[in-house]
């Protein structure tokens, strides 16, 4: 099973990105996904989570009201969609699979899988 993360890139302070993250050698309706980000010399920190209902999302308070996440099972993807973004939004960010119950979904260990990473830099 492979994650592969793209839509990165370089934007302005108050601009949008819309990140992908395809899955392939499994059903996408296997797992439950999350977007983590690090930062340069910072560790990795929980971005946002998807259930295995699309109805079941969460979000770490800094980017709550900009960001969205969302699955398409169909096409093995899902998404983050992020408006008003900010410098400090500035980071690789990793899409995860979960494909077992966890106390929380919020934690790098919550997650069996990880795609590659992609780079967003945000210009002031």
């Known amino acids: 099973v492979q994650l592969q993360a793209s839509g990165g890139g370089l934007v302005q302070a108050g601009g949008s990105l819309r990140l992908s993250c395809a899955v392939s050698g499994r059903k996408l309706s296997s797992y439950s996904m999350g977007w983590f980000r690090q930062a340069a010399g910072k560790e990795r920190e929980f971005v946002a989570h998807?259930?295995?209902?699309?109805?079941?999302?969460e979000y770490t308070n800094a980017v709550k009201g900009r960001f969205t996440i969302s699955r398409d099972n169909a096409k093995n993807t899902v998404a983050l969609q992020m408006n008003n973004l900010k410098p400090e939004d500035t980071a690789v960010y990793y899409c995860a699979a979960r494909s077992r119950l966890t106390s929380t979904v919020i934690r790098p260990t919550d997650y069996d899988l990880w795609g590659q990473g992609t780079l967003v830099t945000v210009s002031s």
């Open positions: 998807i259930g295995w209902s699309p109805l079941n999302t």
